[in-house]
């Protein structure tokens, strides 16, 4: 769409884009949301293999089907529950899968989410532990040339697995075998497309957790996606109460080269519901803007995002988040390497600004996501609900 409104394609080739996207009964190609977690939870354990990678309707998604059904059944009869194959180990293995393969920003908030339902603690800080010394090892779309079923024919979640070798801590799968007894059953992997430790794709993983002035709590970046040249970048602030607003002033072109684009109220308790924002890092993009603009919110992405776009920010601007204090003009910095997103503003002057803040009014005060808005917390914990 951006491309279109930018001039670049004509109204015949969007037609075309649009009848050709999704040709079959499968959908996402690329290593988005949905695919990144069908692998994610392929490497907890918790489905059999190849499920997080076989194609829509194939024989062997048929199959895998089929035996799920079985192993319900045989796991029920013995007593085994998913916090018997949820450990710690498996949550840690999930992450570097997904940092090997440099997935969607969104398997942050939801492992997150999920470790606390296991009873697993899991802070945030893991991930960018784990991405330190866990070099990505594919180039997936949408940030690379490779589809999921090319993954799946080079080898599959095992085969990332194999990859990883000793990085991989061994643990339960409810398929019986452990995660290295699974990875050791490969014998070939296609090491065009998932690559060897020796020979990397990056250094570090896909996925990077910032902090500084602006995220005291933390905010996340699929580093995967960003070009060399936004990993270090200074610009000045455009801010934005909400997606809606954004996504106007970017196909009015309003927004320049230089720019930072600031999208708050968008959070878990803002929103409310975190929506992403996806129709902005889009038109980003698509307006050639994705190596001079850079992007920041408390809300989230898709896991097609790509580009200079930093999500999660915590706390929120609901809850007084110093999102919520950032003005038109300011300076900022991204600062990815050394994992800092900051404010550039004298502590005067962002004093003076949070004791002129108040709150706005909620933008839904009746039913289920008022009452959402009240019990859900921030990003950083997995944007979970408490008893309250």
């Known amino acids: 769409m951006a491309r279109y409104k930018a001039g670049v394609i004509d109204a015949k080739e969007l037609q075309v884009c649009e009848d050709n996207a999704c040709p079959g009964m499968g959908s996402c190609q690329g290593l988005f949301t949905a695919n990144t977690m069908a692998i994610l939870t392929e490497t907890l354990g918790m489905s059999l293999p190849r499920c ?97 079923e090319d993954l799946d024919v080079a080898g599959g979640v095992i085969g990332v697995l194999k990859q990883l070798g000793d990085k991989i801590v061994d643990a339960p799968t409810l398929f019986g075998l452990t995660t290295r007894q699974l990875a050791a059953s490969v014998e070939n992997v296609d090491e065009e497309v998932i690559r060897p430790l020796t020979a990397p794709v990056k250094k570090e993983g896909g996925i990077a957790v910032l902090f500084g002035s602006i995220a005291p709590k933390g905010a996340v970046v699929k580093q995967s996606g960003v070009s060399d040249k936004m990993m270090l970048f200074e610009g000045t602030a455009r801010c934005f109460d909400s997606e809606e607003l954004a996504m106007a002033a970017l196909m009015e072109g309003v927004i320049k080269a230089g720019d930072v684009v600031v999208i708050r109220y968008e959070g878990p308790k803002g929103g409310p519901g975190m929506r992403e924002m996806l129709a902005p890092t889009a038109a980003l993009m698509g307006l050639g803007l994705g190596d001079s603009v850079a992007l920041i919110t408390d809300g989230r992405f898709s896991g097609g995002t790509r580009g200079p776009c930093i999500g999660h920010v915590s706390p929120e601007a609901a809850e007084g988040g110093p999102i919520a204090l950032i003005q038109d003009g300011d300076r900022i910095l991204l600062d990815i390497p050394n994992r800092k997103l900051d404010l550039l503003v004298d502590e005067a002057t962002v004093a003076a600004r949070r004791a002129a803040w108040t709150a706005p009014e909620p933008k839904i005060k009746t039913g289920w996501l008022a009452r959402y808005a009240k019990v859900v917390t921030s990003a950083y914990t997995g944007a979970v609900t408490t008893a309250d």
């Open 52 to 148: 997080g990678t076989a194609p829509a309707v194939s024989a062997m998604k048929r199959r895998i089907a089929f035996a799920s059904g079985e192993k319900i059944v045989e796991l029920v009869q013995n007593d085994v529950k998913p916090r018997d194959i949820m450990t710690r180990a498996a949550f840690e293995n999930a992450i570097r899968v997904d940092l090997a393969l440099g997935g969607s920003s969104n398997t942050v908030l939801h492992l997150l989410a999920i470790a606390r339902e296991a009873g697993v603690e899991l802070p945030l800080e893991t991930f960018d532990v784990l991405a330190k010394e866990t070099p990505q090892l594919a180039t997936m779309n949408p940030a690379g040339p490779h589809f999921v």
